[in-house]
């Protein structure tokens, strides 16, 4: 099983602040997914194969990352990005998903 | 895309509870589908995986106790849990599958309480 492991596990950001939260995975992987899951709603894919975003993702998200690195990356924060986000890997069964990573907004 | 999870709710250590995923807005059976959980106050756990073509993989946790399964004429997908067990409480999702074991599209979830 490819354990991913997140951090920080929570995190507190300012508006206009840069913020990046990591994803390192057990073993290698070729791309890495993110979800956000605002509180009390269901997940949404945020970013796919490991850069791409999702329909509707404002472009201060960014993704990257190879091998067992990973990284989310918000250039200015803003209020409506407050949630937790989810790394996933798409390709080894079981499927597996980071622990979370639970941003708010200062 | 709309998925509508039901069929959730309270039920006692040991017994059975089947879920249904109902699906809107593209061509169910031209998709694999997933079920995914989230305990309470935790994070995402992926349950069982069905393709298109009906072939099913499912997480260690519940293998042997719990059964994916499609029925494209009605759209739904569902998720039978028998042999229930108090680490079983979550909410249940279905999520369309993307590409790859990604999901692009979520239900709202269904709660399941295992309690006696």
């Known amino acids: 099983e490819i354990v991913l492991t997140q951090s920080p596990n929570t995190m507190a950001a300012s508006p206009g602040e840069k913020v990046t939260i990591t994803c390192r995975a057990s073993?290698?992987?070729?791309?890495m997914y993110w979800y956000q899951q605002m509180s009390d709603a269901s997940p949404k894919l945020w970013i796919y194969?490991?850069?791409k975003l999702a329909s509707g993702v404002p472009d201060r998200f960014s993704g990257s990352g190879s091998g067992t690195s990973y990284s989310l990356t918000i250039n200015t924060m803003e209020a409506e990005d407050a949630a937790t986000y989810y790394c996933q890997q798409c390709c080894s069964t079981p499927l597996t998903f980071g622990s979370g990573t639970k941003l708010e907004i200062k | 895309v709309q998925l509508v999870e039901s069929g959730g709710g309270l039920v006692q250590p040991g017994k059975s509870l089947k879920l249904s995923c109902s699906a809107s807005g593209f061509t169910f059976s031209s998709y694999g589908m997933h079920w995914i959980r989230q305990a309470p106050g935790k994070g995402l756990d992926w349950v069982a995986y069905?393709?298109?073509?009906?072939?099913?993989v499912y997480a260690d946790a519940v293998k042997g106790r719990f059964t994916i399964s499609r029925d494209n004429a009605k759209n739904t997908l569902y998720l039978q849990l028998n042999s229930l067990k108090s680490e079983d409480t979550a909410i249940y999702y279905c999520a369309r599958n993307f590409a790859r074991g990604v999901m692009d599209a979520w239900g709202q979830g269904a709660s399941v309480t295992v309690s006696s």
């Open positions: 073993s290698s992987v070729s791309y």
């Open positions: 194969d490991t850069s």
């Open positions: 069905i393709s298109s073509s009906s072939g099913t």
